[in-house]
């Protein structure tokens, strides 16, 4: 499953054999194999080191705690689509409860066929088989040679031919139930209970028992979190901007309400206008910091209400919140104070400014590990996000940034001082004051390049400008200069 997912993620493996492995007490243990390295007999179990003595070339891939639940899990809620209930059965098994189901998709066959389909056009390895028991059923799809789907009562029939192993027990207790011969079901399903409790334990009895539909099996079930949303069914068509604000509060009241129930806030939030004509008129806001503030989120709503088109009449109001974030209470304060970015105000000021001039048109950017500058600073996805490090305050860097450099034409004395005037978009600027040169070496573990001699000068009219020349200078040979930012 999860060799799967990585190919999925990674096309080049398709054609590899590679493993997971984890760290067992010092040695590099293979968790899971793609087919390929399988069919050359690498197994989960096996150590690593002995694995690429048996397969020249083999990728061993480091394998990260909690990924194949997370994946099973994932793939179960999407198979909710197929029913209601979804058990997750590790380590690579999802139990699903189809009792009514099979007949919306035109009965078992066509049902079963198209989550296989569905699920193997995504690039999953996929067996599957419905039978009567969870354990019947788990048996045919791991170790079936017949139809997968097995009729009712005829689960004790489908079992017999298969190995003890298909009925979920410990690996002892197959090895045990081998030692003695009994390589089939059918081979002790006969015996008296007492003696099989005896040589094999209760284990061996219930899971039995479970497979056989004697006893009941009970699962957990995958429980889904209610998705952020309200909806407000019209008795008349609405058509007024009065009407569509009346239901934007009313679904924000209820939205906000749930949120503030459980400590959350929305970070973004769509309306959904279904007109009676059958089209769908939409409005979405965002918010720098997670909120439930029913008036704030009302104020950013009214600056769409102008955008939507009622037409003949909205006749159904749906509000969605896609993405929802914890809200941290802010403690109250007896004093006035700059709270800064902690300001309330602060973020709803600037989710009114979104809503306007649009989101992207706002940046704010942390510090971040680099001596280059480009790589210097890192967009902060909100305001909550604190720096890693601190900035730099021994050099000066300008206010402004430009995400590339742009050339421009310099006279400078050689090799080292500063220039004397410089070029920028058809203006020409006398330079009167300049300190420099700062160099600046290019990271090589990321890419290789000329290093890069900074200067900060500033022109006839005070303006400061952070310039430098690219590469050493080499006598005749031509040498560039270029601007990179500008200083308040």
Known sequence: ??????????????????????????????????????????????????????????????????????????????????????????????????????????????????????????????????????????????????????????????????????????????????????????????????????????????????????????????????????????????????????????????????LRDEGKGLRTAILKCYRVDGKIETAEIGTNRASHNIDHLFKLFELKIATIEPALGIELFILDAPKVEEVSPMQEALWAGKPGLDDLGIAELLDRLAGKVGADAIHRYLPDEHHWPERSIKPAPSLHEKPAISWRNDKPRPTRLLARPEQVEVTAPIPDYPPMLFRYKGKTHQIKKADGPERIEREWWLEEGDHRDYYNVEDQDGQRYWLFRSGHYAGDEPYQWFIHGFFA
């Open 1 to 258: 499953m999860t060799t799967d997912w990585l190919t999925l993620k990674r096309p080049a493996l398709k054609t590899l054999p590679f493993v997971f492995a984890a760290k067992d007490h010092g040695r590099l243990i293979i968790t899971a194999v793609n087919k390929i390295a399988g069919a050359q007999g690498i197994t989960p179990g096996m150590a690593a080191a002995d694995a690429k003595v048996i397969v020249t070339g083999l990728q061993v891939i480091d394998e990260q705690a909690g990924r194949a639940a997370k994946l099973l899990k994932a793939l179960g809620e999407w198979c909710i689509r197929y029913t209601p209930i979804i058990a997750v059965d590790p380590p690579d098994g999802l139990i699903l409860d189809v009792s009514g189901c099979a007949q919306l998709w035109g009965g078992e066959q066509p049902y079963l066929q198209e989550i296989v389909k569905r699920l193997r056009s995504k690039g999953y390895d996929v067996r599957a088989a419905m039978a009567d028991t969870i354990g019947a059923a788990w048996a045919i799809a791991r170790f079936g040679q017949v139809t997968p789907i097995i009729e009712r009562g005829g689960q004790t029939a489908a079992l017999l031919p298969l190995p003890p192993a298909a009925l979920r027990l410990q690996p002892a207790i197959v090895q045990r139930l081998q030692k003695l011969g009994l390589y089939q079901i059918s081979s002790f399903i006969s015996m008296p209970r007492s003696v099989l409790r005896r040589r094999f334990g209760e284990d061996l009895l219930l899971k039995l028992s479970q497979a056989l539909g004697l006893e009941d099996e009970i699962i957990q079930p995958l429980v889904l979190i209610e998705p952020y949303q309200e909806r407000l069914p019209c008795m008349e068509p609405i058509c007024t901007a009065t009407g569509i604000e009346i239901a934007i509060q009313r679904l924000l009241d209820s939205l906000c309400k749930r």
